[in-house]
T-cell receptor, first 115, second 113 residues
Framework: GNSVTQMEGPVTLSEEAFLTINCTYT??????LFWYVQYPGEGLQLLLKATKADDKGSNKGFEATYRKETTSFHLEKGSVQVSDSAVYFCALKPTNQGGSEKLVFGKGTKLTVNP | DTGVSQDPRHKITKRGQNVTFRCDPI?????LYWYRQTLGQGPEFLTYFQNEAQLEKSRLLSDRFSAERPKGSFSTLEIQRTEQGDSAMYLC???????????FGPGTRLTVT
């Protein structure tokens, strides 16, 4: 079946530190991959996405590259800010044509950035 | 475009009571999804609609759960005879059928005492 495994948190960093949150997936075919972010008290927001192998998604200084050979989609940011404190979810959308295209999520990684 | 809205944002109920949540999707979004998120977990798919048709239901959606989208616009999710295990955040998302991403609402946090 389809599944997503995320690096367990919580992760605590100092401002301007480098961030990596690991994400690996299991899926048939060529799923689309996503990172969602959930700020305290808010709903999920799409952070970035990639739809095929070697694609790089980027947004707000965050990046992730779709690596089919390692079935990974690790999230990175070169210099985190306090405002990046949130829970980050890796997700996939299976490639089943005509299906629901429901998202399959990892468990989430809580990031806290201290000033 | 006001985004996906959900009502109520918080609901506290006693075990055995019925509760109903509402989701208003982004206008012209044909597809509407319900997910459940328990503490420390990622969202899990419950069901989805294309217009007014409910096309898929997860095994997580027991007989006590029912969802409707009668006019293909807003949707309701009802839980009958609530149990403590139903305590969770219930998320709604919508998207266009022709593609595009799922946009999530703020969720309804249910606490069953």
């Amino acid at each position: 079946g389809n599944s997503v495994t995320q690096m367990e948190g919580p992760v605590t960093l100092s401002e301007e530190a480098f961030l990596t949150i690991n994400c690996t997936y299991t899926a048939t075919g060529y799923p689309s991959l996503f990172w969602y972010v959930q700020y305290p008290g808010e709903g999920l927001q799409l952070l970035l996405k990639a739809t095929k192998a070697d694609d790089k998604g980027s947004n707000k200084g965050f990046e992730a590259t779709y690596r089919k050979e390692t079935t990974s989609f690790h999230l990175e940011k070169g210099s985190v800010q306090v405002s990046d404190s949130a829970v980050y979810f890796c997700a996939l959308k299976p490639t089943n044509q005509g299906g629901s295209e429901k998202l399959v999520f990892g468990k989430g990684t809580k990031l806290t950035v201290n000033p | 475009d006001t985004g996906v809205s959900q009502d109520p944002r918080h609901k506290i109920t006693k075990r055995g009571q019925n509760v109903t949540f509402r989701c208003d999707p982004i206008s012209e979004h044909n597809r509407l999804y319900w997910y459940r998120q328990t503490l420390g977990q990622g969202p899990e798919f419950l069901t989805y609609f294309q217009n007014e048709a409910q096309l898929e239901k997860s095994r997580l959606l027991s007989d006590r759960f029912s969802a409707e989208r009668p006019k293909g616009s807003f949707s309701t999710l009802e839980i009958q005879r609530t149990e403590q295990g139903d305590s969770a955040m219930y998320l709604c998302a919508s998207r266009k059928w022709q593609g595009g991403e799922q946009y999530f609402g703020p969720g309804t946090r249910l606490t069953v005492t």
